[in-house]
């Protein structure tokens, strides 16, 4: 079955701290996965997809096939990264899931 | 461009009851997709439609039908509402499958059946 897990509900991380929200996938094939993120009162927005291999506001995510894994990482937390990440898998054509979502918080 | 847009923004029902949510895109995307958003379960696909004439089921199809009116319309309608219904509705267009790219979401509709 098609899954994306994401374990944490609430990360809660210190300003200039490094963050990591974690993103686990399953899917037997090459999957195409992406990170969206919803800022307070905003539309939900992509963030970066793993095809880019892209650096969007000094998040990056790697794609990892074996442990099946597309974690997202900043390495020095700001307050206005606080918002709900979503990690989503296409896995074929037009499908796309998401998980359930990580609420990261930023502590001043 | 207004991108991707929602009526109505917010719904009250009676259990029992029906409704259509309204979805229309600007963009000339082919795919069309309705979420519901419900805390702790993140976003749960409802159904999609990879262009016009097409749907599909999602993870959460029971208890709704859609339509694709149209390359830009694409509407989800509650025949006897519940309230396990009750949940903000997001539609999202997304260009097509032939490319990698994103989906752009609306503003959302925000459910309660009663």
């Known amino acids: 079955a098609q899954r994306v897990t994401q374990p944490e509900k609430l990360l809660s991380v210190f300003k200039g701290a490094p963050v990591e929200l974690k993103c686990n996938y399953s899917?037997?094939?090459?999957?195409?996965l992406f990170w969206y993120v919803q800022y307070s009162r905003q539309r939900l927005q992509l963030l970066l997809r793993h095809i880019s291999r892209e650096s969007i506001k000094g998040f990056t995510a790697d794609l990892n096939k074996g442990e099946t894994s597309f974690h997202l990482k900043k390495p020095f937390a700001q307050e206005e990264d606080s918002a709900m990440y979503y990690c989503?898998?296409?896995?074929?054509?037009?499908?796309?899931?998401f998980g359930k979502g990580t609420r990261l918080h930023i502590l001043p | 461009n207004a991108g991707v847009t929602q009526t109505p923004k917010f719904q009250v029902l009676k259990t029992g009851q029906s409704m259509t949510l309204q979805c229309a895109q600007d963009?000339?995307?082919?795919?069309m997709y309705w979420y519901r958003q419900d805390p702790g379960m993140g976003l749960r696909l409802i159904y999609y439609s990879a262009s016009e004439g097409t749907t599909d089921k999602g993870e959460v199809p029971n208890g709704y039908n859609v339509s694709r009116l149209n390359k830009r319309e694409f509407s989800l309608r509650l025949e006897s509402a519940a309230p396990s219904q009750t949940s903000v509705y997001f539609c999202?267009?997304?260009?097509?499958?032939?490319?990698?790219?994103?989906?752009?979401f609306g503003p959302g509709t925000r459910l309660t059946v009663l």
């Open positions: 989503a898998l296409r896995p074929r054509d037009d499908k796309i899931i």
């Open positions: 899917y037997s094939g090459s999957p195409e």
């Open positions: 963009m000339n995307h082919n795919s």
């Open positions: 999202a267009s997304r260009e097509g499958s032939s490319g990698r790219n994103e989906q752009f």
